[in-house]
């Protein structure tokens, strides 16, 4: 099996797998780090673009499986036509949150979701649209803040992943079924969305949902919102949390 990733959840998920076991056949991140960090030795590929390297990822897979934790890149052609089955693990539940899970934990916060959690499902054409096939799921309290719903996502992604690995492998995998008229794809929560975060600011959540804590060098896309907000409310930020 391939992984396709970055960071620490992507590390821990590898030398689960592959003390598990399952064979590694590579490792695809972005950043160089990845590959240096201690852990079993196997074959790494840097790059920013997965998909400009089909033919690798088709030659080197022996299983055919292709998990994606903690991937920040899409899934294109050629990749979806090669034959490979790629599954993502999601920090988020599907579809309510679909999208960047910064943006999309905002919003939950926002909105005033009761629940949270994880989610593994098939990639498809679209974004976080495919097949779920398990979900890891934990309620949110009307305290919660973001730091603490991130940190509680990245721990029910791992445990999650740690559930699936064994029934993807083997096959055993079947769709989660769910009540008619929840299926569709619903909203998504992407730049497009941190872009009118400023319409929020006066939110009474405001302050919980964007305080990133320990998250802030994690979480750029959000950050760099955040930042824009301050801008141009109440002359640079007067009033707003500074993370």
């Known amino acids: 099996m391939i992984f396709v990733g970055q960071g620490s959840l992507l590390r821990r998920a590898v030398v689960h797998a592959a003390g598990a076991g399952h064979r590694i056949d590579l490792v695809c991140s972005p950043d160089p ?6 852990g079993p030795p196997l074959r790494y590929l840097t790059t920013p673009d997965v998909n400009a390297h089909v033919r ?3 030659t080197t897979c022996t299983d055919g499986i292709v998990w994606s934790v903690n991937n920040r890149q899409i899934f294109r052609e050629p990749v ?8 993502n693990v999601h920090n988020g539940l599907l579809p309510q949150h679909r999208g960047l899970p910064s ?3 905002v919003f939950a916060l926002l909105h005033g979701d009761r629940e949270y959690g ?15 096939l398990a979900e890891y799921r934990f309620p949110l309290g009307p305290e919660d803040r973001f730091h603490q719903v991130m940190l509680r996502g990245v721990r029910a992604c791992e445990a999650l992943f740690e559930r699936a690995l064994p029934l993807v492998a083997a096959g055993s995998t079947a769709p989660v079924r769910r009540p008619p008229g929840t299926s569709s ?5 992407g730049r497009a969305a941190l872009d009118r975060l400023a319409e929020h600011a006066g939110h009474p959540a405001f302050a919980r949902a964007t305080d990133l804590g320990a998250f802030n060098a994690h979480a750029p896309e959000l950050a760099a919102a955040l930042r824009r ?8 930020g007067a009033g707003l949390p500074l993370h």
């Open 33 to 38: 780090a990845d590959a240096a960090a201690d």
């Open 229 to 236: 907000v301050r801008a141009v409310t109440n002359g640079g």
């Open 185 to 189: 794809p619903g909203a998504y929560y």
């Open 56 to 58: 690798d990822l088709a």
């Open 103 to 105: 943006a999309a934990i």
């Open 80 to 87: 979806l036509s090669s034959g490979l089955r790629i599954v």
């Open 118 to 132: 994880a989610t593994v499902h098939e990639v498809d054409v679209g974004i976080d649209t495919g097949e779920v």
